[in-house]
C-alpha cells in the first residue's frame, strides 16, 4: 500500500522553527511532485509549497515565502519542509502530497496521494 508518512510537527513558540518530513513507502515517488498543504481549523486545506520530482523547481504559498524551504532527498523519495520565522496563523495539521503531474499544478490541484497529517501548533 502506497503510503506517505509525516513527521516533525510540534508546539513552538512565535519566531521559531520546525522541519517536517515526509517519507514515501515506494521508490515511484522519486518522479512524482511532492508538496505540503495544511488546515487550520475552521478553514479550508491550503496549498504551502510544492517541488519538482528533479527538485529543480519550487512553489510556494505567497503567505510563507521567505520563511518555507521545500526540498527532497537525493533519492528523492523523502521531502522536507524547513519552516523559520513561524507565526500563531501558521498553526494547522500540515499534510504531504504527492502527484505525478508537475508540481506547477498543486497549487489549486488535488494531488493523487496523501499523509495522515502532523500537527503544528505555533504559541503567540
Known amino acids: 500500500q502506497v503510503q506517505l508518512v509525516e513527521s516533525g510537527g510540534g508546539l513552538v513558540q512565535a519566531g521559531g522553527s520546525l522541519r517536517l518530513s515526509c517519507a514515501a513507502s515506494?521508490?515511484?515517488?522519486?518522479?512524482?511532485?511532492m508538496g505540503w498543504f495544511r488546515q487550520a481549523p475552521g478553514k479550508e486545506r491550503e496549498f504551502v509549497a510544492a517541488?519538482?520530482?528533479?527538485?529543480?523547481?519550487?512553489y510556494y504559498a505567497d503567505s510563507v515565502k521567505g520563511r518555507f524551504t521545500i526540498s527532497r532527498d537525493t533519492a528523492k523519495i523523502t521531502v522536507y519542509l524547513q519552516m523559520n520565522s513561524l507565526k500563531p496563523e501558521d498553526t494547522a495539521v500540515y499534510y504531504c502530497?504527492?502527484?505525478?503531474?508537475?508540481?506547477?499544478?498543486?497549487?489549486?490541484?488535488?494531488?493523487?496521494?496523501w499523509g495522515q497529517g502532523t500537527q503544528v501548533t505555533v504559541s503567540s
Open positions: 502530497a504527492a502527484d505525478h503531474s508537475s508540481a506547477s499544478r498543486m497549487d489549486g490541484g488535488k494531488p493523487h496521494y
Open positions: 517541488i519538482s520530482w528533479s527538485g529543480d523547481s519550487t
Open positions: 515506494e521508490r515511484t515517488f522519486s518522479t512524482a511532485a
